[in-house]
């Protein structure tokens, strides 16, 4: 009995992380149901839910949050996990090292990872890409644990076990087929800390002072303790996976994050938003920037966060120059939640500036 209880449970694991990663290049799909109705029925007996939404474009910000049966919420400061989407905030601090000379994305991440020699390994756009080879995630005895007794499968995996993982598993020289990966994103705060060669040697602290000093981000931070969700990420200060997963934030700061890259900042998207590779069979991500999944086809940038506790979204239209931004503290429920609200919010806006400018 015990033997089937062991086999059920690593059988849910591995199936959490097909989950996961296949939701990145999710399908389009049609629905009728509107925003709002979508946002009640997620929301539906649940006194704790939240799903806030911003519009925008260069020149103005609407941002509207909902509580349980999407009623509209005021003056709430509730504090999301935003997981995946950290990964836009350490694309954009290595697009303010190169742009200030102290990086090279086209160099390999040994240049600045000094536990590893040689040029051939990856290299920094590679990695940032997801073409460099590396897995999402390696079978390290923590994870397994993980995926047993806690929310997050890739917590209290040190930094100096990535490091170690990465001597064990490196992919040989050449672009790879894209294959989404934490593992990669992980290696790119360990890029930034050594393009640095100052004595922080942790990416928490430079991450969290970029986001709050230069950004000023305020309510945007890696918190090592609880947060006020209704569950605990509980991650340490030297866990490996920050640089990929471990941000927290406001709707109010993740607006003012993507109004900054609506309006050309370039520390917030050094190039960051060019396409740097073609991407086939993965559903709406049809070609990657440092960071951003592209839809060339509804000329849109985006990413997504799907989760077993919480999900979110963001949207730039590259040609209307608007921008949508899905946080919810509402794990993922027929998919993901938080991309089909923001999708349909975009899809109205678009609509609706497009008969301005008939009438106009």
């Known amino acids: ?180 990966s934490n593992f990669g994103y992980a290696l790119l705060g360990e890029v930034i800390v050594g393009s640095r060669n100052s004595e922080e040697d942790f990416i928490l602290p430079i991450l969290n002072d970029y986001v709050q000093n230069y950004l000023i981000l305020k309510d945007t931070e890696i918190f090592v303790h609880q947060t006020e969700l209704g569950y605990s990420t509980k991650w340490a200060y030297y866990d490996g996976y920050l640089s990929a997963l471990g941000l927290t934030s406001t709707i109010e700061d993740m607006s003012k994050f993507i109004w900054g890259q609506l309006r050309g900042n370039p520390y917030y998207d050094y190039k960051n938003k060019e396409e740097i590779v073609s991407i086939e069979n993965q559903g709406n991500i049809q070609a990657m920037g440092i960071g951003w999944m592209i839809n060339k086809d509804g000329n849109y940038i985006f990413h997504n966060t799907p989760s077993a506790q919480y999900n979110s979204y963001v949207e730039l239209n590259t040609e209307e120059n608007t921008a949508v931004v899905v946080l919810t503290n509402i794990p993922s429920q027929k998919g993901d939640s938080a991309e089909e609200i923001g999708r349909k919010l975009m899809e109205r806006e678009i609509e609706k500036k497009t008969l301005e400018k008939g009438v106009l």
């Open 1 to 180: 009995m015990k033997k089937k209880k062991m086999f059920m449970r690593t059988a849910v694991f591995f199936l959490g992380i097909f989950f996961l990663v296949s939701c990145k290049g999710k399908k389009e799909t049609a629905d009728n149901t509107t925003v709002e109705e979508k946002i009640a029925e997620i929301t539906t007996d649940n006194p704790e839910a939240r799903v806030a939404v911003s519009i925008m474009d260069r020149q103005e910000q609407n941002i509207t949050t909902y509580g349980e049966g999407g009623k509209i919420l005021s003056g709430d400061e509730t504090v999301y996990e935003i997981g995946d989407l950290t990964k836009l905030f350490t694309a954009s601090l290595l697009a303010k090292e190169e742009y200030k000379g102290r990086l090279d994305r086209n160099q390999p991440i040994s240049r600045y990872i000094k536990t590893i020699e040689g040029e051939d390994a990856p290299t920094i756009k590679e990695t940032a890409v997801h073409i460099a080879g590396f897995k999402d995630t390696y079978g390290s005895l923590k994870r397994s644990v993980n995926s047993l007794f806690k929310d997050e499968i890739y917590l209290n995996i040190t930094r100096d076990e990535i490091l170690e993982e990465l001597k064990e598993n490196m992919p040989e020289k050449g672009n790879h087929p894209f294959s989404y």
